[in-house]
C-alpha cells in the first residue's frame, strides 16, 4: 500500500433488518486497525443492494474506496493492506494443536480443583484421556467423513470396513474408562489394540510409502497432514495404556 495516499476511505456495507453482513464487519475493522478514517454507507434493503451492485458492475458487497480508489471487497482489501488472505485447503496443524492445548488444559484446572495444584501425575493421565474423549468426538461428529478419510491409510479398515466404524467408540471408550478411572484394563487393551495398529499404518503409509495424505485423526474433511500428529495420537494412547496398566 502507497504510504502517501489519504488514509481516507468509504466502506459500502449490506446491513438488512433480517441480515448483517459479516464480511463488511470485518472489512470495517480491517479500516479501523489500519487507521484510516472512512465514511461508512449502509446498503438497508434488498432492492438498495440489487441497485447498487448493478451501478457499480460487482457482485458482491461490501466494496470500499479509498482516496477515490475502488479498492473492492473483504479479500481484496486485505491485499491491498498488505494482509495475509485464509486459504481454507492450506495444510495446518493447528485444530490439533489447539485439541491438545485445551485437553492440557482442562486437565490442570481438575487437578487444581481437586487436588490444590494443576501440576500432578493425574493432570497428566487425565490430559491424555480427555485428549482421546475430544478426537473421538470429532471422529464422531461427521463419522462418514472420518471413514472416509481413515480408509486411505489404515490396515485393518482397509481389509475390513466396519472397523472405522468401531474406531471412534472405541477411542471414546478408552478414554472416558481411563478419566473414570473404572475398568482400566479394559480401557487400556482397547488403547493398545487401536493404537497399535493405527501406528502402523501411518509408518507405512507416510514414512515406508511416503504418500501425502490428510489426517482423519480430528474427523472428516480436516486439512491435518497425515504424518508426526497422527502416529503422536497412536503413540499416546500406546504409552496411556501401558502407563495405566504398569501403575
Not at 112 to 127: D, I, K, R, Y
Request: with cysteine; proline share 3%.
Amino acid at each position: 500500500m502507497d504510504a502517501q495516499l489519504p488514509r481516507t476511505a468509504l466502506l459500502v456495507r449490506m446491513a438488512l433488518p433480517d441480515h448483517v453482513c459479516s464480511w463488511g464487519l470485518k472489512a470495517r475493522h480491517l479500516l479501523r486497525m489500519a487507521g484510516f478514517r472512512f465514511e461508512e454507507r449502509l446498503l438497508t434493503s434488498r432492492a438498495e443492494v440489487e441497485a447498487f451492485k448493478a451501478a457499480h458492475g460487482v457482485k458482491t458487497t461490501p466494496q470500499v474506496w479509498i482516496a477515490g480508489q475502488r479498492i473492492g471487497g473483504h479479500d481484496d482489501l486485505r491485499q491491498f493492506l498488505g494482509l495475509k488472505l485464509h486459504d481454507p485447503k492450506a495444510l495446518t496443524y493447528r485444530p490439533v494443536i489447539a485439541l491438545f492445548a485445551m485437553a492440557g488444559a482442562m486437565a490442570m484446572a481438575f487437578s487444581q480443583a481437586s487436588m490444590g495444584s494443576p501440576f500432578t501425575l493425574h493432570a497428566v493421565e487425565w490430559a491424555a484421556a480427555l485428549a482421546m474423549c475430544l478426537l473421538a468426538f470429532l471422529k464422531l461428529k461427521d463419522i462418514e467423513g472420518f471413514v472416509t478419510g481413515f480408509l486411505g491409510y489404515d490396515l485393518l479398515a482397509r481389509a475390513w470396513l466396519p472397523y472405522a466404524h468401531v474406531y471412534a467408540w472405541a477411542e471414546a471408550a478408552a478414554g472416558l474408562l481411563m478419566l473414570s478411572g473404572q475398568l482400566v484394563w479394559l480401557g487400556s487393551a482397547i488403547a493398545l489394540f487401536i493404537g497399535s495398529i493405527g501406528a502402523v499404518s501411518v509408518i507405512k503409509a507416510v514414512y515406508i510409502e511416503r504418500r501425502s495424505l490428510t489426517c482423519a485423526c480430528v474427523g472428516g474433511g480436516s486439512n491435518v497432514p497425515l504424518g508426526f500428529v497422527s502416529l503422536l495420537e497412536n503413540l499416546m494412547m500406546l504409552a496411556m495404556a501401558g502407563w495405566m496398566l504398569a501403575a
